[in-house]
Antibody, heavy 120, light 109 residues
């Protein structure tokens, strides 16, 4: 059974930094592109970032480019999102999601999310 | 960036009725790279349809997707109680970034 478990969400002040983690199990982690998608409270979904199976390719939404960095450790079956220069508009539930393949951008499994609140 | 506009914002229907949800793109979505997701309160989204019309694993055949270019439709042939939820379309034809529509809520009338 595929499982994705996010962690690291907390309350942080504007301008602060945070690192989210996602622990994956139940599939061959290094065969798949992985994603972060976020959802502000009461709002819709926003794709944030992806990383290819080997970490060689990364892409970001314009809203986070230059502030967020996605990475992965295939030896630990883990995905990460380093978030710097946080803004109040970054407040959201952050989901880790598995791609159906290599950069197909179709997301077939999602975690339950970790909540990031940016507030002074 | 391709902008997706979903309509209606809310659809009020009874169990057993047919639901038709629309997703319109601001420019053509290449190769019908359009997916649909279902999200229930307090849950993560679930993949329903990809490639505009291919059902994901385990999705009942009452869910169907159609369309091409800029106009796409998700149809639920007969609503079951568990189908009342929010539905999002997603385009991935422009290669990263991907974008989602704002969602359509299907509620019990």
């Amino acid at each position: 059974e595929v499982q994705l478990v996010e962690s690291g969400g907390v309350v942080v002040q504007p301008g602060g930094s945070l690192r989210l983690s996602c622990a994956a199990s139940g599939f061959t982690f290094d065969d798949y592109t992985m994603h972060w998608v976020r959802q502000a409270p009461g709002k819709g979904l926003e794709w944030v970032s992806l990383i290819s199976w080997d970490g060689g390719s990364t892409y970001y939404a314009d809203s986070v480019k230059g502030r967020f960095t996605i990475s992965r450790d295939n030896s630990k079956n883990s995905l990460y999102l380093q978030m710097n220069s946080l803004r109040t508009e970054d407040t959201a539930l952050y989901y880790c999601a598995k791609d159906i393949g290599e950069q197909q951008l179709v997301l077939d499994y999602w975690g339950q999310g970790t909540l990031v609140t940016v507030s002074s | 960036e391709i902008v997706l506009t979903q309509s209606p914002g809310t659809l009020s229907l009874s169990p057993g009725e047919r639901a038709t949800l629309s997703c319109r793109a601001s420019q053509s979505v290449s190769s019908s790279y359009l997916a649909w997701y279902q999200q229930k309160p307090g849950q993560a989204p679930r993949l329903l349809i990809y490639g505009a019309s291919s059902r994901a694993t385990g999705i009942p055949d009452r869910f169907s997707g159609s369309g091409s270019g800029t106009d796409f439709t998700l149809t639920i042939s007969r609503l079951e109680p568990e189908d009342f939820a929010v539905y999002y379309c997603q385009q991935y034809g422009s290669s990263p970034p991907s974008t989602f529509g704002q969602g359509t809520k299907v509620e019990i009338k």
